[in-house]
């Protein structure tokens, strides 16, 4: 059974440039969390999708974007990229929607900004 | 404001000795409490978690936490440490029909042969 999987591993884009994540979920699971990790801190959470919606929001500006598929997988499109999102992107995936949820986090993708 | 405190940024143990990882939280009600494990370059590992019941909470590898709400902690504890447990350990809690889950800066674990 493959977990949470994301591509690409690894991402160089420049300043100003759009960047589009992608992330499988668990077999099973319907909900997809998307998390920021900075060097040195925690994951913040950016955003959850659930049946294709948006269903929770953090405080991440409107460049952060996403969708969900009919399969649930999911993509993270982060736009006039900034040298302070440089950042490790993981993807967690779940199957309740509700909060308390288990979730289960994939590798990351680590994006550099230059 | 809601918030997790990791109050170490960094512990050094020896192998064989046993750990303890604090870990406290400011909510206005009882959440849902998680401690997570990260290696280098890899994702997040759930340890354990707490949702209600049993204070005590057992976990993989040998890993438990204890729920303490007059204390809002939730500190997670082994009694031997083994080298491959050097890794960041995160706490994170999650409000009940809420979907932000907060994390705390994680603390660094190094274990000495």
């Known amino acids: 059974d493959a977990g949470v999987t994301q591509s690409p591993t690894h991402l160089i884009k420049t300043r100003g440039q759009q960047v589009t994540l992608r992330c499988s979920p668990k077999?099973?699971?319907?909900?997809v969390s998307w998390y920021q990790q900075a060097l040195g801190q925690g994951p913040q959470f950016i955003f959850q999708?659930?049946?294709?919606?948006?269903?929770q929001r953090g405080n991440f500006p409107d460049r952060f974007s996403g969708h969900q598929f009919p399969n649930y997988s999911s993509e993270l499109n982060v736009n006039a990229l900034l040298l302070g999102d440089s950042a490790l992107y993981l993807c967690?995936?779940?199957?309740?929607?509700?909060?308390?949820?288990?979730?289960?986090f994939g590798p990351g993708t680590r994006l550099t900004v230059t | 404001a809601q918030s997790v405190t990791q109050p170490d940024i960094h512990i050094t143990v020896s192998e064989g000795a046993s750990l303890e990882l604090r870990c406290n939280y400011s909510?206005?009600?009882?959440?849902?409490l998680f401690w997570y494990v990260q290696s280098p370059g890899q994702g997040l590992q759930l340890l354990l978690k707490?949702?209600?019941?049993?204070?005590l909470v057992q976990g993989i590898k040998g890993f438990e936490a204890e729920f303490k709400r007059s204390q809002s902690s939730f500190n997670l504890r082994k009694p031997s440490v083994h080298w491959s447990d050097a890794a960041e350990y995160f706490c994170?809690?999650?409000?009940?029909?809420?979907?932000?889950?907060?994390f705390g800066a994680g603390t660094r674990l190094t274990v000495k042969p």
């Open positions: 967690a995936s779940s199957f309740f929607p509700q909060g308390g949820g288990e979730q289960y």
């Open positions: 077999s099973g699971h319907d909900t």
């Open positions: 999708y659930y049946e294709e919606e948006e269903r």
């Open positions: 909510y206005g009600a009882t959440p849902y």
């Open positions: 707490y949702f209600s019941g049993d204070t």
């Open positions: 994170a809690v999650v409000r009940y029909n809420n979907n932000d889950m907060r």
